[in-house]
């Protein structure tokens, strides 16, 4: 878009249109609320967003998704919306990652973005956001719906003495998020709950989200504080409500703001393997690699001795995938870890076989000394030193 047409938003007191077409955003989920959060940036001049999401669009998301089409049926929603931003704002740099957002973005790029933007309806998912956002160091609007109210939390890890999402969790939600899993593993038949809503909530629930990370992004703060809830009846408007969530000291979440600040990060080859960037560094032969999440090397079945191999991260295993193939037993020992040692057959193995996405950020740790060495891993490994501030 063309600066003039820009020239009312310029009239608002203090307002920085540069500060927006410089900005980078990320929005995780493309439903409903993302639509309405991507036609706001589009329009809003935001130059630069990531939309990441794994779904394809189906019919009924029609009625209350402004950018998706009848002829996108069966489309990843991620690319439909990522042309239809473009379409409105030519100017927009747009990325559609497709995927799941712990496993497709990596954690590297994530500290790179100015604001994120939860448009999910599950908790599984706003906890990954969490998580992955306070590792980061990096603030994130929550958006949440159903037919007639919706909500609107700021969590900011910048303001570390303010509650985060997984704070705020109470034993009803650690109890819906445990609902997906069986001994660990997601239950075969699990679907996550729908929850019926229309277009006039998720745009003004979308517009209030979008509203504060303006805010965030051009005066540096926003009227909805950090750790605190926004409550909008929206189809009996008998007034708003704001909540502030109590901290928990305890929270792991916020324990991982630390390992962000003052650190630097080596850029490795996302099809290289552990074992040869370990030797490219140097590192003493007693490392640890640290995962972002639980991996599964192999099924051991103690009954009739089958050993399956499996590699991937334990939230992509089914209750299912864990009965043996050749006698049906159901009980078969897992081999994982979240630490891979130097000595295991998988430090072989490419850093694209264990599920984890472009930019994400690992840890090399000693087991004898206290050390820790950080990579970033780079499907184009040009550069050899990524600045982690």
Not at 33 to 55: R, S, T
Not at 249 to 274: E, V, Y
Not at 289 to 316: A, M, R
Not at 337 to 354: G, H, T
Request: proline share 4%; aromatic share 10%.
């Amino acid at each position: 878009m063309s600066d003039d047409k820009y020239d009312r938003l310029k009239r608002i007191p203090n307002w920085s249109q540069e500060k927006l077409a410089n900005a980078k955003v990320a929005v995780f989920g493309c439903g409903a609320l993302g639509n309405e959060v991507l036609k706001n940036l589009a329009l809003l001049g935001v130059g630069h967003i990531w939309v990441v999401d794994y779904d394809t669009i189906e019919i009924h998301n029609l009625t209350r998704s402004v950018l998706f089409r009848e002829s996108d049926i069966g489309r990843y929603k991620a690319e439909v919306v990522a042309q239809r931003v473009k379409e409105l704002n030519p100017d927009a740099q747009v990325y559609p990652i497709i995927g799941k957002l712990e496993f497709a973005f990596g954690r590297g790029l994530l500290r790179e973005m100015d604001v994120v933007f939860g448009c999910l309806d599950s908790i599984g998912a706003r906890r990954e956001i969490n998580k992955r956002c306070y590792f980061a160091g990096v603030p994130w609007v929550d958006g949440g719906i159903n037919h007639q109210l919706g909500n609107v939390a700021l969590f900011d890890p910048r303001v570390p003495e303010t509650a985060c999402y997984r704070c705020q969790m109470d034993r009803s939600a650690w109890e819906r998020l445990n609902e997906r899993y069986s001994c660990g593993y997601l239950k075969d038949s699990f679907k996550e709950p729908t929850m019926a809503t229309t277009i006039m909530t998720s745009s003004v629930i979308a517009a209030y989200q979008v509203e504060v990370a303006v805010q965030l992004l051009v005066f540096g703060e926003s009227h909805l504080k950090p750790g605190t809830q926004l409550f909008l009846p929206v189809s009996n408007p008998m007034g708003f409500r704001t909540i502030e969530f109590t901290l928990d000291r305890d929270c792991p979440d916020h324990a991982s703001i630390t390992q962000k600040g003052g650190t630097s990060a080596f850029a490795a080859k996302f099809d290289s393997t552990p074992q040869k960037v370990a030797q490219e560094l140097d590192l003493w032969e007693d490392w640890q690699l640290e995962l972002p999440f639980d991996f599964v090397s192999k099924f051991t079945c103690h009954s009739c001795g089958y050993i399956e191999p499996v590699k991937k991260p334990i939230k992509e295993i089914k209750q299912g995938d864990t009965q043996c193939p050749k006698c049906d037993n159901s009980n078969r020992e897992a081999v994982k870890y979240f630490r891979l040692a130097a000595d295991s057959e998988d430090a072989d193995l490419p850093f694209r076989d264990f599920g984890l996405g472009e930019r994400e950020l690992l840890a090399y740790n000693g087991q004898t000394y206290q050390w820790r060495v950080n990579i970033e891993l780079f499907s184009d490994s040009k550069q050899t030193h990524q600045d982690a501030d």
